[in-house]
């Protein structure tokens, strides 16, 4: 046998000594300093007090929440409805039946689709629940607008988009129909940078998904025509947050989540073309873009961090065939061309020329123009080229204010031609007015309120500070054209009586002359 090892002991003196060091040098300080702090009168002590015992304060959301209680318990947002019950849009045993045979024809095709594919493990179908959000919310929609003022459904739709599981997802039907429909070469800017799918989830509802392609820090550059923009996740979200302070409530609920861009997408697709156009980025990022005739290359698509990506969730409206609506030119269309311009842009009395014209000759139909240029004024939206409407409200119903994504691109500047359908007609409804300008007393400060709301959203904040404060320096633009208006034609043809509601008590009342 091996006999003792001679330097047994001299290894066992060096880490002795290693020890010995440490303890000297490291915890033999840290100890004393501890120590130390506890001693009365200790500089240390003094200069990093301990946090005294606070009594527990509510979270920002409730903190912020009150101003925005404030405004929508004014009587301005408690208006007693017309008599007798809303119309709605869809009849509750039609809609149910259309999207019992929705869900089985879904069903049915999942089940081909996973056998084709020879997947084994088990699938169960898809239920349609009569008490889905979705649904309810679909049932909801009345003449008086897309939900009520206070709308539980909503409240739920917005959470279930946030959380529910995508079982699928896929191009939307104008996006199918424009594939390959023009030639890549041609393409010199991103010009069609608005990327969206269509997401579907646990409960058999739908959204139109816009990812993330701007910083919210970031403005739209100056020579970027309005038809080449960026479209913004964020200004959907807040465009629904605006539309319903404002008490329009024509925007579909919108909220912001994070996708996880494999699994909520590449991995639910059975689109080969939506699976072809992922990649790994050199960071090791999944990313995606959109084929022609959006964007063509990869340096326009959108990446994962590195499967994660903010976007924006916007609620389906109901199928078409339950709900047709009518897609109509704005008579204020914009020039899509680099040196064209309309007739409004240069005949100042464009809107005698409209007011001739049915349906804006009588009804409520201009009226509901020129709320849709206040809603884009303040978002700072140019991009209305036409705008929906359900059929079945006939010509008086309210205009769908969808599309919101290229507003708030630039918060240092103000668009004010977007407001040519109030100047150049002077006419505004009573309700519109004493909303906007409710909303410029500095209880009801239209940035705090839309600040407050906007903290409901799991990505805020969704709007920078200058955006918030622009909204209040468009909105004082929009009460002085209504003054010029009324200083040169007169309140009683200036402000439209769009209902018979009994005022507002004295103490509450705005006045028209502010």
Same mark, same amino acid.
């Given at each position: 046998?091996?006999?003792?090892?001679?330097?047994?002991?001299?290894?066992?003196? $060096? =880490? !002795? /000594?290693?020890? *010995?060091?440490?303890? &000297?040098?490291?915890?033999?300080? @840290?100890?004393? %300093?501890?120590?130390?702090?506890?001693?009365?009168?200790?500089?240390?002590?003094?200069?990093?007090?301990?946090?005294?015992?606070?009594?527990?304060?509510?979270?920002?959301?409730?903190?912020?929440?009150?101003?925005?209680?404030?405004?929508?318990?004014?009587?301005?947002?408690?208006?007693?409805?017309?008599?007798?019950?809303?119309?709605? $849009? =869809? !009849? /509750?045993?039609? *809609?149910?039946?259309? &999207?019992?045979?929705?869900?089985? @024809?879904?069903? %049915?095709?999942?089940?081909?689709?996973?056998?084709?594919?020879?997947?084994?493990?088990?699938?169960?179908?898809?239920?349609?629940?009569?008490?889905?959000?979705?649904?309810?919310?679909?049932?909801?929609?009345?003449?008086?607008?897309?939900?009520?003022?206070?709308?539980?459904?909503?409240?739920?739709?917005?959470?279930?988009?946030?959380?529910?599981?995508?079982?699928?997802?896929?191009?939307?039907?104008?996006?199918?129909?424009?594939?390959?429909?023009?030639?890549?070469?041609?393409?010199?800017?991103?010009?069609?940078?608005?990327?969206?799918?269509?997401?579907?989830?646990?409960?058999?509802?739908?959204?139109?998904?816009?990812?993330?392609?701007?910083?919210?820090?970031?403005?739209?550059?100056?020579?970027?025509?309005?038809?080449?923009?960026?479209?913004?996740?964020?200004?959907?979200?807040?465009?629904?947050?605006?539309?319903?302070?404002?008490?329009?409530?024509?925007?579909?609920?919108?909220?912001?989540?994070?996708?996880?861009?494999?699994?909520?997408?590449?991995?639910?697709?059975?689109?080969?073309?939506?699976?072809?156009?992922?990649?790994?980025?050199?960071?090791?990022?999944?990313?995606?873009?959109?084929?022609c005739p959006y964007m063509c290359k990869t340096e326009y698509a959108v990446c994962g961090n590195p499967h994660l990506l903010e976007g924006s969730l916007s609620a389906f409206l109901p199928?078409?065939?339950?709900a047709p609506r009518l897609s109509i030119p704005n008579p204020w269309i914009r020039s899509y061309s680099f040196d064209g311009k309309e007739e409004w842009e240069v005949n100042p009395l464009?809107?005698?020329?409209?007011?001739?014209?049915?349906?804006?000759?009588?009804?409520?139909?201009?009226?509901?123009?020129?709320?849709?240029?206040?809603?884009?004024?303040?978002?700072?939206?140019?991009?209305?080229?036409?705008?929906?409407?359900?059929?079945?409200?006939?010509?008086?119903?309210?205009?769908?204010?969808?599309?919101?994504?290229?507003?708030?691109?630039?918060?240092?500047?103000?668009?004010?031609?977007?407001?040519?359908?109030?100047?150049?007609?002077?006419?505004?409804?009573?309700?519109?007015?004493?909303?906007?300008?409710?909303?410029?007393?500095?209880?009801?400060?239209?940035?705090?309120?839309?600040?407050?709301?906007?903290?409901?959203?799991?990505?805020?904040?969704?709007?920078?500070?200058?955006?918030?404060?622009?909204?209040?320096?468009?909105?004082?633009?929009?009460?002085?054209?209504?003054?010029?208006?009324?200083?040169?034609?007169?309140?009683?043809?200036?402000?439209?009586?769009?209902?018979?509601?009994?005022?507002?008590?004295?103490?509450?009342?705005?006045?028209?002359?502010?």
């Amino acid at each position: 046998m091996p006999g003792p090892r001679r330097d047994r002991p001299a290894v066992l003196l $060096l =880490l !002795g /000594a290693l020890l *010995a060091a440490d303890l &000297y040098f490291h915890l033999w300080p @840290r100890a004393r %300093r501890e120590l130390s702090a506890g001693a009365p009168g200790c500089p240390c002590r003094r200069r990093h007090p301990a946090p005294a015992a606070a009594a527990p304060q509510p979270p920002p959301r409730a903190r912020a929440a009150s101003a925005l209680r404030r405004l929508f318990a004014h009587p301005l947002y408690r208006a007693a409805a017309p008599p007798g019950p809303a119309e709605p $849009l =869809l !009849g /509750a045993r039609e *809609a149910l039946r259309y &999207y019992r045979r929705k869900a089985a @024809r879904w069903n %049915r095709r999942h089940k081909l689709y996973r056998e084709e594919l020879n997947l084994t493990s088990p699938s169960a179908p898809l239920p349609l629940r009569p008490e889905a959000s979705w649904l309810q919310f679909h049932l909801g929609i009345s003449r008086d607008g897309l939900y009520p003022r206070s709308s539980p459904a909503v409240t739920r739709l917005l959470r279930d988009m946030q959380e529910f599981t995508t079982i699928s997802a896929d191009y939307s039907q104008d996006e199918k129909a424009l594939l390959g429909a023009c030639d890549c070469s041609q393409i010199v800017k991103p010009s069609g940078v608005h990327l969206k799918l269509v997401l579907r989830f646990q409960d058999f509802g739908k959204a139109m998904f816009k990812p993330m392609r701007q910083k919210r820090e970031e403005e739209t550059p100056e020579d970027f025509f309005y038809f080449i923009d960026f479209q913004r996740h964020n200004a959907e979200i807040a465009a629904f947050h605006l539309d319903r302070i404002l008490d329009f409530r024509r925007v579909p609920p919108t909220v912001g989540r994070l996708i996880n861009v494999t699994k909520d997408i590449l991995e639910v697709t059975k689109n080969e073309i939506l699976q072809s156009v992922f990649f790994v980025s050199p960071a090791s990022n999944v990313c995606f873009f959109a084929k022609c005739p959006y964007m063509c290359k990869t340096e326009y698509a959108v990446c994962g961090n590195p499967h994660l990506l903010e976007g924006s969730l916007s609620a389906f409206l109901p199928s078409l065939n339950l709900a047709p609506r009518l897609s109509i030119p704005n008579p204020w269309i914009r020039s899509y061309s680099f040196d064209g311009k309309e007739e409004w842009e240069v005949n100042p009395l464009y809107c005698n020329t409209v007011r001739e014209i049915y349906p804006y000759s009588n009804g409520n139909r201009l009226l509901n123009i020129i709320d849709m240029a206040i809603f884009d004024f303040l978002i700072g939206n140019m991009d209305r080229h036409h705008y929906e409407m359900f059929t079945k409200f006939g010509d008086d119903g309210f205009l769908l204010h969808l599309d919101n994504a290229r507003g708030f691109g630039r918060h240092s500047h103000d668009e004010t031609s977007i407001l040519a359908p109030l100047s150049q007609c002077c006419i505004i409804k009573r309700t519109t007015l004493l909303r906007l300008q409710l909303l410029a007393e500095p209880e009801y400060r239209l940035s705090d309120v839309m600040r407050e709301s906007l903290l409901q959203d799991r990505l805020a904040p969704i709007l920078t500070e200058p955006h918030l404060l622009a909204l209040d320096r468009r909105l004082q633009l929009i009460l002085r054209a209504v003054r010029k208006c009324i200083d040169t034609y007169g309140e009683a043809k200036v402000v439209a009586n769009d209902t018979t509601q009994p005022e507002a008590p004295a103490s509450d009342r705005v006045k028209l002359a502010t």
